[in-house]
């Protein structure tokens, strides 16, 4: 596991940010551009650099919304056949972390958010990222299977590409 690449978590918010090219205008005046923060991150996992692990919940709550689910079902489950990016099971060791969540003073997460946050402790993910306020305040108290604190936040957009090479 030495050689493994670091892994990071994506909730159902960060595909669909990315699939659905969201772009949400900030009370401050400025635009977060979702799918850029996304993309970054697809980019070095591309190059073999990191992993990005979902929790299987994710083929429910991709697909949701009626009127785009054809077309977010069938992007999703193209990135489901990357070799970086694992779709993690939910099995009894990640609904039990759950419940343990959700039992051990956590107790305003509903199960969806508390089976992604608890995939991503199984996981040991590096980081969690999401859109979703709620989860965003979970950042810091939370021990992943290492021992380290999960980290919970929005996907870092990385360096600004150049405009021009020379």
Request: hydrophobic letters at 40%; charged letters at 25%; proline letters at 6%.
């Amino acid at each position: 596991m030495a050689n493994s690449p670091n892994r990071f978590y994506w909730d159902a918010c960060t595909w669909i940010a990315f699939i659905q090219k969201e772009k949400v205008d900030l009370p401050n005046g400025q635009v977060e551009d979702r799918e850029s923060m996304c993309r970054s991150l697809l980019i070095t996992a591309k190059a073999g650099k990191v992993e990005i692990a979902t929790s299987a919940l994710s083929l429910v709550e991709v697909c949701k919304d009626p009127a785009s689910a054809s077309e977010a079902a069938s992007r999703f489950h193209e990135f489901l056949e990357l070799d970086y990016v694992l779709l993690v099971t939910l099995d009894r060791i990640i609904g039990e972390k759950a419940r343990e969540l959700m039992q051990g003073g956590y107790s305003g997460l509903k199960p969806p958010d508390a089976i992604h946050i608890a995939t991503a402790i199984v996981a040991n993910a590096l980081e969690m990222h999401t859109f979703d306020r709620k989860l965003l305040d979970f950042d810091g108290p939370l021990a992943k299977a290492d021992g380290s604190k999960l980290k919970i936040c929005k996907p870092d957009p990385g360096d600004p590409l150049p405009l021009f090479e020379r």
